[in-house]
């Protein structure tokens, strides 16, 4: 069976996982989900999700089971309830844990409290002629309120702890550090064996729960911007059915239905105008700033906000195949992806809990075989225990890469790829594409040349002939007519009466148009077909169309009464920031090349415009001749981005070391980049090259934290100087440290060069 034919019949599962809690978590949520028969599982720490590819008929149940039989609980990624539950449940976890854990700390830390509760106990016990407990009075009291938050409030980090013993995480250091401590100390306040360490227990779990209550917080703002765009689809929707207008479920709209959009209201579908005429406001899709005039015609997309006039969509995407349903897909994979980075950071921390628990042994009977007391020994080795567990590692990474994604999201740049932020930094040179990329693809009128012709004209006026003209270019559906006929509408042209019009393909259209009293042929196309028609063309129009030639354009040459009257130059337009996206490229030691199918003249003429040097263009060149070119320049050592916007252009995409697809080109090209620019601005490319940039830099200054933490705190605890207590409140912070960090991203700064 072939390689498209087993894609063919996987499907995407999405699950939230509640209870991870490191790296280690991840690798052990991995492994459970793959052992699902043909279940290919990517498991993101920060987002806390799971992403499976599975044979079709595969029940969610057992992914779910398999998840729970690790250790931890799973749910439907659509299914919000269990995760508001879990966040609610560990807040309420929290402040329980604080309300005991706090007067533990009070009596462990100062004397003369203790003394005092001391003797309160021993005179209420003598009063109710109870006899007095072994040792310290105040010892159990700690004890007592110690053993709620380790036994009860950590008992779904004793769970994990039990299920993954065979492949340890943090919550095995935390789990045996903790029942450790209230061990020893239920023994040595029996015993008499040394002081107490009840209270590190309870602290340690305390300081482990309330820092994974704010890191859920804080990975929850991180995504706002996913969970922002999951909004925004209409739920209910407004159809014309029947004459009259029904509101329904967005799940009932069709493909070609009908639907009414009221000022104010979100658009429900990808679709057409075809009643009305307003305003849209595409900012939280598209990053644009100003609304967007549209009338009949236009095409708007799901998810924007209709902000005056009331208009009718007719629907053309529908559920799944909405631009916003992609966009969603592109930032939900890219989350969900690991980043060569992380996968590092993740191989680090499945041998890191290990090492550590042999560490933490080795720390024990060193101590001990060098004479001290066990009560010593014991505590350097739970210190070692809690100040290494490695939560801050696995965050990281993925903590920084979500809040980039959504970032990025939120400006019209949506990464298919987090693999693409650690390459955009090493960028060398930028090979981009011409029409779409450059250019807008919209061909417009950029002269007109109309000569006087004195006694050798038709008679007619100059603005008869853009009447006429207008009038016969509204019947033709040509890239260059339709230019033309928007440009004249625009002027407000008024058109004339005609007849007998005949289209010629590679010819032009003619027909025959009525002026006042008079009726004359009126014939439009290409300069050869006028010639062909007409005795010469005046050398002014010649010399209009040698010109247009040299810059690369299309010409239209228009003939009435068999005398060649005009001439249209008709272009594409340059993009209104290609020149300063140019400019910044260069200064940041980015070579340009520009490779396109067009001609020599369009192609220098465009180059020169926009600052790329001549030697670095290469015109008429095909997909082939563009993939040449990308693999001449890795091979020269160059690192390099590709921008295109066409079906020609998918290959390169692929090819590059980078690629960038434009959002308003085709479905093959979109599908082919690691990044999709969702703004008509060709500078968005740079801003998705700050967000890259800035994310490996929050990334490696996590890193090195994380890294710097473990290896100065390690040693420290090792050899006595570390309090276990403090040794948790340590490793909450830092894992706090990281997850704050990353949200700097959230910072307008993140965005500048």
């Known amino acids: 069976m072939s390689t498209s034919s087993l894609q063919e019949k996987l499907e995407q599962v999405d699950l939230s996982i509640s209870g991870m809690t490191c790296s280690s978590c991840v690798s052990?949520?991995?492994?459970?989900?793959?052992?699902?028969?043909?279940?290919q599982a990517t498991v993101n720490l920060a987002t806390e999700t799971a992403h499976i590819l599975v044979p079709e008929g595969t029940k969610t149940a057992e992914l779910i089971a398999a998840v729970s039989k690790a250790g931890y609980s799973a749910t439907l990624r659509s299914d919000e309830s269990?995760?508001?539950?879990?966040?609610?449940?560990?807040?309420?976890?929290?402040?329980?844990?604080?309300?005991?854990?706090?007067?533990?700390?009070?009596?462990?830390?100062?004397?003369?409290?203790?003394?005092?509760?001391?003797?309160?106990?021993?005179?209420?016990?003598?009063?109710?002629?109870?006899?007095?407990?072994?040792?310290?009075?105040?010892?159990?009291?700690?004890?007592?309120?110690?053993?709620?938050?380790?036994?009860?409030?950590?008992?779904?980090?004793?769970?994990?702890?039990?299920?993954?013993?065979?492949?340890?995480?943090?919550?095995?250091?935390?789990?045996?550090?903790?029942?450790?401590?209230?061990?020893?100390?239920?023994?040595?306040?029996?015993?008499?064996?040394?002081?107490?360490?009840?209270?590190?227990?309870?602290?340690?779990?305390?300081?482990?729960?309330?820092?994974?209550?704010?890191?859920?917080?804080?990975?929850?703002?991180?995504?706002?911007?996913?969970?922002?765009?999951?909004?925004?689809?209409?739920?209910?929707?407004?159809?014309?059915?029947?004459?009259?207008?029904?509101?329904?479920?967005?799940?009932?709209?069709?493909?070609?239905?009908?639907?009414?959009?009221?000022?104010?209201?979100?658009?429900?579908?990808?679709?057409?105008?075809?009643?009305?005429?307003?305003?849209?406001?595409?900012?939280?899709?598209t990053g644009e700033s100003l609304p967007v005039d549209v009338t009949v015609g236009h095409h708007v997309i799901a998810g924007a906000i209709n902000t005056s006039g009331r208009i009718v969509i007719e629907a053309k995407r529908i559920g799944n195949d909405t631009e916003l349903a992609r966009i969603t897909k592109m930032v939900l994979t890219a989350q969900g992806e690991k980043a060569p980075i992380q996968k590092l950071a993740d191989r680090i921390s499945n041998v890191f809990v290990p090492i550590v628990l042999l560490l933490a042994i080795a720390t024990f009977a060193t101590w001990y075989s060098l004479g001290?007391?066990?009560?010593?020994?014991?505590?350097?080795?739970?210190?070692?225990?809690?100040?290494?567990?490695?939560?801050?590692l696995g965050l990281a990474t993925p903590v920084a890469l979500l809040v980039a994604t959504g970032k990025g999201a939120s400006h019209g740049i949506v990464l298919r790829k987090t693999s693409s932020l650690e390459i955009a930094p090493r960028i060398t040179a930028v090979v981009l594409d011409k029409t779409g990329t450059l250019t807008t693809g919209v061909m417009k009128v950029q002269n007109i040349v109309i000569p006087d012709l004195g006694r050798g004209s038709s008679g007619v006026s100059p603005h008869q002939l853009l009447m006429a003209i207008l009038s016969v270019e509204k019947e033709s559906n040509h890239p260059i007519a339709q230019a033309i006929f928007t440009h004249l509408s625009q002027q407000g042209i008024a058109r004339l009466t005609m007849r007998d019009v005949v289209e010629t393909a590679g010819q032009g259209i003619a027909a025959r148009v009525r002026f006042g009293e008079k009726e004359m042929p009126v014939l439009i196309g290409a300069p050869e077909s006028i010639r062909r028609a007409t005795v010469s063309l005046h050398p002014e129009l010649e010399s209009a169309i040698s010109a247009a030639r040299l810059r690369g354009n299309s010409v239209a040459v228009v003939a009435v009464d068999g005398i060649a009257s005009a001439v249209f130059e008709v272009g594409d337009t340059l993009r209104s920031d290609a020149a300063t996206t140019i400019k910044e490229f260069h200064q940041r030691s980015i070579e340009t090349w520009l490779i396109t199918g067009d001609s020599e003249a369009s192609a220098h003429e465009i180059a020169i415009e926009v600052g790329i040097p001549t030697r670095n263009v290469i015109?008429?060149?095909?997909?082939?001749?563009?993939?040449?070119?990308?693999?001449?320049?890795?091979?020269?050592?160059?690192?390099?981005?590709?921008?295109?916007?066409?079906?020609?252009?998918?290959?390169?995409?692929?090819?590059?070391?980078?690629?960038?697809?434009?959002?308003?080109?085709?479905?093959?090209?979109?599908?082919?980049?690691?990044?999709?620019?969702?703004r008509s601005e060709l500078g968005t490319s740079i801003t998705a090259l700050n967000v890259a940039r800035n994310t490996l830099r929050i990334v490696r200054t996590n890193l090195v934290w994380a890294f710097f933490y473990n290896v100065i705190g390690m040693p420290i605890a090792a050899l006595g100087l570390l309090n276990p207590m403090y040794a948790g409140a340590a490793m909450a912070t830092s894992s706090l440290f990281v997850v704050l960090n990353s949200l700097r991203l959230n910072q307008a700064s993140t965005l500048d060069a």
Request: charge should be neutral.
């Open 82 to 285: 269990e995760s508001f539950s879990h966040s609610r449940q560990l807040g309420i976890r929290t402040l329980i844990s604080i309300l005991f854990t706090i007067p533990v700390i009070v009596l462990s830390m100062w004397h003369s409290v203790h003394h005092q509760v001391e003797d309160f106990l021993l005179n209420q016990l003598q009063s109710f002629n109870i006899p007095a407990p072994l040792y310290s009075a105040t010892g159990w009291l700690v004890i007592g309120l110690s053993a709620p938050v380790v036994l009860v409030l950590a008992w779904p980090i004793h769970r994990a702890s039990l299920r993954n013993l065979t492949h340890p995480t943090m919550d095995n250091l935390i789990s045996l550090g903790s029942l450790t401590a209230l061990g020893w100390s239920i023994y040595a306040n029996s015993t008499g064996a040394g002081d107490i360490y009840a209270e590190v227990g309870a602290s340690v779990v305390t300081f482990i729960i309330i820092g994974r209550y704010l890191e859920s917080r804080a990975k929850r703002k991180a995504g706002s911007t996913l969970t922002h765009l999951l909004s925004l689809n209409p739920k209910e929707v407004v159809i014309q059915r029947g004459g009259e207008e029904i509101q329904a479920p967005i799940s009932l709209l069709q493909i070609g239905d009908r639907c009414v959009v009221k000022p104010g209201d979100r658009i429900p579908t990808d679709g057409v105008i075809v009643e009305g005429s307003s305003s849209v406001d595409n900012s939280l899709l």
């Open 619 to 678: 015109a008429l060149a095909s997909p082939e001749r563009k993939i040449a070119k990308i693999k001449e320049l890795k091979s020269a050592g160059k690192k390099v981005l590709m921008i295109g916007d066409g079906i020609n252009d998918a290959a390169a995409l692929s090819e590059a070391d980078l690629s960038m697809a434009l959002g308003t080109g085709t479905d093959t090209a979109i599908a082919s980049a690691d990044i999709t620019l969702m």
């Open 372 to 392: 001290n007391p066990l009560q010593d020994s014991m505590r350097a080795a739970v210190a070692l225990l809690v100040i290494a567990c490695p939560c801050a």
């Open 28 to 39: 052990t949520v991995e492994r459970s989900l793959n052992k699902v028969p043909g279940a």
